[in-house]
């Protein structure tokens, strides 16, 4: 059956309050931040501060039970974004972009509504439902219509046992890719520690044929960008674009990260980035300033920005080797002890600050060798890293391919007194409202019987295939 989200709420839909003072005037208060597919983080909070019985009035709090959905956000990906409030859950206070939904336990199950949330039906509804420009926003009236399939309460907790079982095998998988991701990184690193031998000690003996030096001593020029006027949007066929800082910040070089430059606004062609430029962002988080790629392949027409800098190696200077040497971890301390910045969101490094970095410098013979093999060894990281991500992304489609299946009758479990190879689809009856007591007000919309499993019998199985593959 289809129904409203009003028709089983067991209160009102409360939104919370930019401002809230409590008894004693204090209250934790979640940030946007803190829902999650797992529920709801509650050390993710601020404190919110003020007299009593002034600012915006009583808190709304949310309490063990409580769904919470984000009702405005930035990006349409955050908005509408459900978590179910876990047990042991203190009170806590809800911002105004933020709305508690508490339902009747007699007809809909919390956690079952927190599963049908994210499912494909829901979420369509919700993105078509959205409004506003930058910030988008969900009205209260636009989510008490929202149409939900619900199957009867005890068909619910048998969905719910078949889910918990699988999804429990998908985390499993999920932390073993997350142990992989690290372990690429640890690849990665190690392939760049190797292009510096004794930094860390300034009195040890390097290898035949190497020096100490800087880094100034290495490059000929530091080329910056300018500020350009520009459109919040990649540029297009023969635009000019201007790279993004995010361009650079992954550890390899990303042309996608850029926005179109505003027609009209003067372009220095000399400015533009080509194939084996050497790139480092000069300006971001403390994290992200010095983060330096070597540009395979770049579009036309793509410019550094003001927050970039293009390192031209020397003549005798293999650019790979030098690439590579800038990511060491060595040499981002080194620039992690030199930004600068009143704001701790936005540091910079100066092009002096650079070029004083004290480098080991190999020959030109071995810069070669060492440049080479650090890049396949970079190259082949990177591929890993792919895989194990599109890996990421195959759990995250099975996941939403289980949520889809459970919430339309067409999730599969296994036989309690069979073998855990036997399956079975979930028992339906056709035609028959779960509702004997007619308990919920019914909309004017004719409701949806619960799907049998013979209507697609393909879907059945989509979610158990997905499941093997990963």
């Not at 690193?189 to 100490?212: K, N, T, V």
Request: a positive charge; one cysteine or more.
């Amino acid at each position: 059956m289809e129904i409203r989200l009003a028709d089983v709420l067991r209160s009102p839909l409360a939104i919370g309050r930019s401002k809230a003072s409590g008894a004693n005037g204090r209250w934790a208060v979640l940030r946007p931040t803190a829902l999650f597919l797992a529920g709801v983080d509650c050390r993710d909070v601020d404190e919110s501060v003020g007299a009593a019985g002034g600012g915006g009035g009583a808190p709304v709090l949310a309490c063990e039970g409580d769904f919470l959905i984000c009702r405005s956000a930035g990006t349409l990906g955050r908005l509408g974004r459900g978590a179910l409030v876990g047990h042991g859950f203190a009170p806590v206070a809800l911002p105004s972009s933020m709305m508690r939904v508490q339902v009747r336990p007699e007809i809909l199950n919390p956690e079952y509504l927190g599963h049908l949330w994210r499912s494909s039906q829901v979420r369509e509804q919700l993105e078509a439902a959205a409004s506003g420009g930058r910030m988008r926003s969900l009205a209260v009236r636009a989510l008490q219509e929202v149409r939900l399939p619900l199957p009867p309460l005890t068909e619910q907790q048998h969905i719910l046992d078949i889910l918990r079982e699988r999804l429990r095998r998908l985390d499993r998988g999920g932390e073993a890719l997350r142990r992989a991701a690290a372990g690429v990184t640890l690849l990665q690193d190690a392939a760049h520690d190797a292009l510096a031998p004794g930094c860390d000690a300034p009195f040890e003996i390097l290898p035949p044929g190497w020096s100490r030096g800087q880094l100034g001593e290495v490059i000929k020029r530091i080329e910056a960008g300018r500020s350009l006027e520009y459109n919040r949007r990649p540029a297009r066929g023969d635009e000019w674009g201007v790279i993004k800082t995010s361009a650079m910040t992954r550890g390899v070089f990303r042309e996608s990260e850029n926005k179109a430059v505003r027609a009209g606004a003067p372009i220095d062609e000399g400015h533009e980035i080509r194939a084996g430029d050497i790139l480092l962002c000069r300006a971001n988080s403390p994290e992200h300033v010095g983060a330096a790629v070597q540009v395979a392949a770049c579009r036309p027409r793509l410019l550094l920005s003001d927050k970039s800098l293009r390192l031209v190696p020397e003549q005798n200077i293999d650019g790979r080797w030098l690439a590579q040497l800038l990511a060491t971890a060595y040499v981002r301390t080194q620039i992690a002890q030199r930004i600068r910045g009143v704001s701790t969101s936005m540091q910079h490094i100066s092009q002096a600050g650079l070029r004083d970095i004290p480098i080991p410098i190999a020959p030109p013979g071995e810069q070669e060798r060492l440049g080479q093999r650090a890049t396949a060894w970079t190259l082949g990281a990177q591929r890993l890293y792919s895989q194990v991500q599109r890996a990421r992304e195959q759990s995250g489609k099975l996941r939403r391919a289980l949520t889809d299946a459970a919430c339309t009758g067409r999730l599969v479990g296994p036989v309690g007194t069979g073998t855990p190879q036997q399956e079975r689809a979930l028992p339906v009856q056709p035609g028959l409202s779960p509702w004997a007591d007619d308990s919920i007000g019914r909309s004017a919309h004719r409701p949806a019987l619960w799907p049998t499993v013979d209507q697609d019998p393909k879907t059945n199985v989509a979610a158990v295939q997905l499941e093997l593959e990963l």
